[in-house]
């Protein structure tokens, strides 16, 4: 990703091409406001449609999402910025309050569980005082790799993958990739050990909560 503040001049891009360049870029693009709007008034057709027809509700996270499987429960409230970045696999289930900050891309696998109020979020401000007052912006992607599970409150941060078959334990915050079979859990958030395929129940659970 481009962090060369002295690059940021004009060069002949739109800030939102320099936002889906991954570049920084100032959120005042009138497209921008226009893509964000659209997510919004279909989010609350979601919510409308979510507990009378499932198919309608899965009908409209197709419109609002950038691609999304079959098999996908995503109980709202359900908040994004724009929706088009957010690519959604088969199986996943999301319970309540799922905020996707979907600047830079965010991949969700195949048979993700996903617990109450998480968050995934990939945008970025700067450390300098100078460019963060004058608006300056930038994300990087998130991966949720085949058959993650976030318990409740679990925050994922901005260019972290989370490899398959791992658990994050509730109100983790996830600010460095996760290795596949992991149980991570804390602030920041640490594996703990490795998962095994034969792993007893109460065992996992008790380490967990």
């Known amino acids: 990703m481009n962090r060369d503040h002295g690059a940021f001049q004009a060069d002949g891009r739109s800030n939102w091409e320099r936002m889906i360049a991954g570049d920084w870029y100032i959120g005042d693009d009138p497209k921008m406001s226009e893509v ?58 999301a319970n309540y309050g799922l905020t996707a900050l979907d600047v830079a891309e ?35 992607p998130i991966t949720i790799e085949d058959n993650v599970w976030l318990a409740s409150g679990v925050t994922v941060c901005q260019g972290v993958t989370i490899g398959h078959d791992s658990v994050i334990g509730a109100g983790a915050v996830v600010t460095r990739s996760i290795p596949p079979r992991s149980l991570a859990v804390g602030n920041p958030a640490r594996v703990i050990r490795e ?15």
């Open 36 to 93: 964000s709007r659209r997510a919004q008034r279909l989010l609350k057709l979601h919510e409308a449609a979510f507990p009378e027809d499932p198919d309608i509700a899965h009908y409209l996270l197709e419109q609002i999402l950038g691609s999304v499987g079959q098999r996908v429960t995503i109980r709202p409230p359900f908040r994004v910025d724009y929706g088009i970045n957010i690519h959604i696999g088969e199986g996943v289930w």
């Open 195 to 209: 998962l095994r395929e034969d792993e007893d129940r109460q065992v996992a659970l008790d380490t967990l909560n």
């Open 106 to 140: 965010i991949r969700i696998g195949n048979d993700v569980l996903i617990g109450p109020n998480c968050q995934l979020l990939t945008p970025i401000h700067p450390l300098e005082h100078g460019p963060r007052r004058e608006g300056w912006e930038s994300a990087e």
